[in-house]
């Protein structure tokens, strides 16, 4: 089945940094990932889709100057958390769609990025 | 936008047991998923499945689109089972999910 990889699996940083994570689909083409988050013992919140060569669009009341997306190509988009603080922390997880030859709208996840902000 | 509704929110069986698990949603839909979250914080996908019936060895699901409900069906429960399921929507908006809340699973030995 399609992978999805995320990196690094976890982060501790300390207030104030920027914190950059990868997501990359490994044997398939993703024009559209997403990128969501989750609160300890809560469900998955949806922040921002990635298209691939444009704009992210974001979920309302997520802060698209504190989480920038990039989707550089097909395979690859990128979640830079900046200038962190500790309300920050939580489990980011990507997905990536596979609109590949005779597949549905599947949408894969990526094994989620811990990041803790001190 | 869309409600995603899943019961119940906890659930303990013992090895072995039965269970079904509920998702209800509130408007029609294009793509529904059903995912299991390990202790990790992985989420695998079960099945996709907008519409009918589908079965994956112990597991089966079924969606009844025009009544707006699925159900995730788990036989013979073993202790690899446990964890959180999730039931996830897409309304026609371009491919974003809604997560319902879960139902977290524990199976005893």
């Known amino acids: 089945g399609a992978v999805v990889s995320q990196h690094p699996s976890w982060v501790i940083c300390k207030s104030g940094t920027s914190v950059k994570i990868e997501c990359r689909s490994l044997d398939f083409q993703a024009t559209t990932m997403f990128w969501y988050r989750q609160f300890p013992k809560q469900s998955l919140m949806l922040m921002a889709t990635s298209n691939e060569g444009s704009k992210a669009t974001y979920e309302q009341g997520v802060e698209k100057d504190k989480f920038l997306i990039n989707h550089a190509s097909l395979t690859l988009s990128t979640l830079t958390v900046t200038s962190a603080h500790p309300e920050d922390s939580s489990f980011y997880i990507c997905?990536?769609?596979?609109?590949?030859?005779?597949?549905?709208?599947?949408?894969?996840f990526g094994p989620g990025t811990r990041l803790t902000v001190l | 936008g869309i409600q995603v509704e899943q019961s119940p929110p906890d659930l303990i069986l013992q090895e072995g047991a039965n269970s079904t698990l509920r998702c209800n949603f509130s408007?029609?839909?294009?793509?529904l998923q059903w995912f299991h979250q390990n202790p990790w914080g992985q989420l695998i996908n079960l099945f996709y499945?907008?519409?009918g019936t589908k079965q994956n060895g112990r597991l089966s699901a079924t969606t009844v689109a025009t009544e707006r409900y699925s159900l995730l069906y788990i036989s013979s429960s073993q202790t690899t089972d446990s964890g959180v399921y999730f039931c996830?929507?897409?309304?026609?908006?371009?491919?974003?999910?809604?997560f319902g809340q879960g139902t977290e699973l524990s199976v005893k030995p």
């Open positions: 499945i907008p519409s």
């Open positions: 997905s990536a769609r596979d609109r590949g030859s005779g597949t549905t709208d599947t949408q894969y």
């Open positions: 996830a929507v897409d309304g026609n908006q371009g491919g974003k999910l809604i």
């Open positions: 408007d029609s839909v294009n793509n």
